[in-house]
């Protein structure tokens, strides 16, 4: 009898009879023959390489011009900053490399900034990816090298060195892709051996996680907890909002933070938001757009976030459900198209649709988080694209400031980036392939120490281009209030 899929996903084409977990290593075995693993560290700026600058300026078009200034002033606080602003100087620079051939679902941002703890949908605390607006399906590679040389511009900010001459915080860098590596094969082995269900539910709890720290890192984790458990909708009332006239107001904080009445265009902007929110409603599960439904809009704003994104458009939404003591609040955010995808191939075998940029997120987010947002959707306004998700619901992370955040500390946050990493591509790639690939680790961690340093280093030469570029005047540049 002829083994064939029970169904056929509108998303994805049927892929051929699995193979057993022990031929499936032995093929990922077979691709170092074709993509040498010591090969995956090689970088050089191509010879054509363009201006870093023109290249971000070529962004601002779609964005909201008043709002690029920020954009600007925000990348210039560090090179760090600068590394999670610019995800599209990165893909350019890395896609022609030579790659396995194995797709995942890739984060697109990977960078580590980009982790954090959630709630679940049963209201239990997981470590995981948090941030989406670039994932497409995409060689695991890509993720991975973008990880490490996070790694390394992160210590070196955090080691008070941008060049990271310094001997103590090269070693804790070094050390750093070290652990992320070495996680990342670790437990991608660990993946290579469940059924599907298994690793489709599978999550980092925040006990898995305290029992993997060492224990000079737990008080802090302890913190990093404590806070997201605060962090939920009556907080974010009582933190973004004003009592007026018995009616709670958003707080305003021009230009990062602006009532729609503000504008001058809060009719228009209701209507849009209402049509806007009954669109995403069908995105939704008949539950969950019928819990929606007994909230109510009260206010709206436009709020800057991010580094990356800022310049698109974003909206907060205020809703109440029973009274004051029972608010909503919805973050709805642009989706533009993915950086990833002028570059990614991914096999006919391999592929979403991208006709929507939020249902892309959205999808995406789904397939590698685990446990995502009740709320997650997408949406359409016009011709702008955009996903839905619930505002700070008991969401934290470890911010990697100098002041916070010892860069002693770093390798072992890494090995958890790492394990998130390993989670991810375990859910939406070929867990048991990729584990027969990369092997132990120790020779991609070789490959990837100096690929993580040149690229660090390309970094600090790219900020610099940005640097001398707002000195000039070719960039208009606007700090944070």
């Known amino acids: 009898m002829t083994s064939i899929p029970v169904v056929q996903s509108p998303d994805f084409h049927p892929q051929a009879a699995p193979l057993s977990v022990a031929e499936a290593m032995a093929a990922g075995k077979a691709l170092r023959q074709s993509v040498r693993r010591s090969d995956q560290g090689r970088y050089a700026p191509a010879a054509d390489r ?11 078009a779609n964005r909201i011009s008043d ?57 239990n605390l997981v470590f995981a990816i948090n941030d989406f607006d670039e994932t497409y399906p995409g060689p695991w590679e890509w993720d991975l090298k973008r990880l490490v040389a996070s790694a390394v511009v992160a210590g070196r900010y955090l080691g008070g060195n941008s060049q990271g001459d310094s001997g103590r915080t090269r070693a804790l860098c070094k050390d750093a892709v070290r652990a992320t590596v070495q996680s990342y094969a670790e437990h991608l082995q660990t993946y290579a051996e469940l059924g599907y269900l298994d690793l489709w539910y599978d999550t980092i709890t925040t006990n898995e996680l305290l029992e993997k720290l060492p224990d000079s890192a737990e008080k802090y984790a302890q913190r990093v907890l404590t806070k997201a458990r605060r962090r939920n909708h009556l907080q974010v009332l009582d933190e973004m909002t004003n009592l007026v006239d018995d009616r709670h107001h958003i707080v305003e904080s021009p230009p990062l933070v602006v009532r729609a009445e503000t504008l001058g265009n809060w009719s228009k902007v209701e209507t849009d938001l209402r049509a806007l929110m009954q669109d995403y409603g069908t995105s939704l599960s008949g539950d969950r757009r019928f819990l929606l439904s007994r909230y109510r809009l009260m206010d709206v704003a436009h709020k800057v976030v991010g580094v990356g994104s800022v310049g698109t458009r ?77 505002l700070r619901d008991m969401k934290g992370g470890v911010k990697l400031d100098p002041d916070k955040f010892r860069v002693s500390k770093l390798p072992d946050y890494c090995a958890l980036c790492g394990w998130a990493l390993a989670l991810a591509h375990a859910k939406s790639g070929d867990a048991t392939m990729l584990s027969g690939y990369i092997g132990k680790g120790e020779t991609l961690a070789d490959a990837l120490v100096p690929f993580a340093e040149a690229y660090a280093d390309q970094n600090d030469r790219d900020y610099d281009a940005l640097v001398a570029a707002a000195k000039q005047g070719r960039i208009p540049v606007e700090q944070d209030a």
Request: with cysteine; glycine share 8%.
């Open 50 to 60: 363009l201006d870093p600058v023109e290249r971000l300026m070529a962004q601002d």
């Open 67 to 123: 709002l690029v200034p920020i954009r600007y002033g925000r990348m210039l606080a560090s090179p760090f900053a600068f590394l999670r602003g610019s995800a599209a100087l990165m893909i350019g620079d890395i896609a022609s490399a030579p790659t396995t051939g194995l797709y995942v679902q890739a984060c697109g941002d990977m960078h580590v900034s980009n982790f954090g703890v959630f709630a679940s949908a049963e209201r």
């Open 314 to 390: 974003c909206w907060v939404a205020y809703l109440e459900g029973k009274n004051a003591s029972d608010p909503l609040f919805l973050q709805i955010k642009e989706a533009q198209p993915s950086v990833l995808a002028p570059y990614a191939k991914a096999p006919c075998s391999y592929r979403l649709p991208d006709q929507h940029q939020g249902r892309r997120v959205v999808i995406g987010q789904r397939l590698i988080q685990g446990s995502p947002d009740i709320f997650l959707g997408w949406g359409t306004l016009g011709s702008i694209h955009y996903y839905v998700r619930q």
